[in-house]
């Protein structure tokens, strides 16, 4: 019962924080179901011209996803995090609970669910993208991971938005330039054993990024004794 009330506190909490952000809550579902099918359609009337509409259209969904979908997975945790990091008398939100990682995890399923219904349609179109959402599912918790560490590292959130669309646009870059390690972007959507072999070194990567997290927001944060 008392587990219960406890997950029952932090969902209304996450929802309290989601909405003290305001209108910028809502910009991870404009990227995600407004510019990302625009940037696919784009892609997919210029196929058409050629001829492979069909193609251009499964291009599309696996290019546009990775470039826009990772980025925007830590845009609210971004802005949740300046109030507990840098918001006027923020050492209040700590007396109660001194370790955000759950909440910085219940941001990720937020964000996982919320990528779901266009998911549905990509998977209605190409059954095998439903590999691509497991893939964005790693690399999603690869950038969370990451900005939980870099904001309790720095206590900085505009920092931490910056590193991380620095990285993006590294690992676009690397992708282009075939600099191996560096990238999780592929034009080739990989399956089963294939996936897991490209996503197995992010997903080692979350792990230490969280462990080291949990370190400096237990022992980096002033009142923290």
Not at 23 to 47: C, E, M, N, R
Not at 116 to 123: H, T
Request: glycine share 6%; with cysteine.
């Amino acid at each position: 019962m008392q587990i219960k009330r406890r997950v029952v506190m932090l969902l209304k909490r996450s929802i309290w924080h989601l909405k003290g952000i305001g209108i910028y809550a809502w910009v991870p579902v404009v990227v995600l179901y407004l510019i990302t099918p625009f940037l696919i359609y784009v892609q997919y009337k210029i196929g058409e011209r050629i001829g492979d509409g069909h193609g251009a259209l499964y291009s599309g969904i696996i290019k546009q996803c990775q470039h826009l979908y990772p980025l925007f997975s830590v845009w609210c945790m971004i802005f949740v995090m300046h109030e507990y990091i840098e918001g006027e008398g923020n050492e209040l939100l700590y007396i109660q609970n001194k370790i955000k990682f759950i909440e910085v995890g219940i941001l990720y399923v937020y964000y996982m669910l919320l990528m779901l219904p266009a998911f549905f349609i990509y998977c209605y179109l190409f059954h095998e993208m439903i590999w691509l959402y497991l893939k964005l599912a790693v690399i999603c918790f690869f950038y969370m991971a990451f900005t939980y560490f870099l904001t309790y590292l720095t206590k900085s959130t505009v920092i931490t938005f910056m590193a991380a669309l620095i990285y993006t646009m590294i690992a676009l870059f690397a992708n282009y330039m075939k600099l191996s390690g560096l990238s999780y972007y592929s034009t080739i959507l990989y399956t089963g054993s294939k996936l897991l072999q490209e996503l197995l070194p992010f997903f080692i990567w979350s792990i230490l990024f969280f462990a080291a997290g949990l370190y400096c927001n237990h022992f980096l944060m002033k009142w923290n004794s």
